[in-house]
């Protein structure tokens, strides 16, 4: 399984997936829901990244462009995956983009190392 994004602090791992969907959530009996196929892509990403040492807590972030509105939730699946799902506003300055998803990591610098995958 290839991740979009891995990063890995010290103290923290995340996988992140980033979707670019003109529609991030999906209507339901007319209630807004997030799209299930991506929560279940991610879950299977963190499954797997689970077992290997080290990384038995490794967090999940699905990233969305906002296109009109935004959201930042974040829960825990299943017991133990931390899972976010949040947006990110790309028709702001390049710097401003970063700041901003820097904030939505929890880290105030980049120091991360990333994965090739």
């Known amino acids: 399984m290839i991740t979009d994004v891995t990063v890995e602090w010290s103290d923290r791992k995340l996988i992140l997936d980033c979707k670019y969907y003109q529609q991030a959530m ?22 797997n990244k689970a077992v290997e040492p080290g990384w038995e807590d490794v967090e999940g972030m699905l990233l969305y462009p906002s ?38 990591f929890g880290r105030n610098q980049p120091a991360a190392r990333m994965i090739n995958n």
């Open 26 to 47: 999906t209507t339901h009996y007319d209630a807004l829901r997030f799209d299930s196929g991506n929560l279940y892509q991610l879950h299977a990403y963190l499954t």
């Open 67 to 104: 296109n009109g509105y935004s959201f930042d939730h974040t829960f825990t699946l299943h017991g133990h995956h931390r899972i976010r799902i949040a947006t990110v506003d790309l028709q702001q300055p390049w710097t401003s983009i970063e700041s901003e998803l820097l904030e939505l």
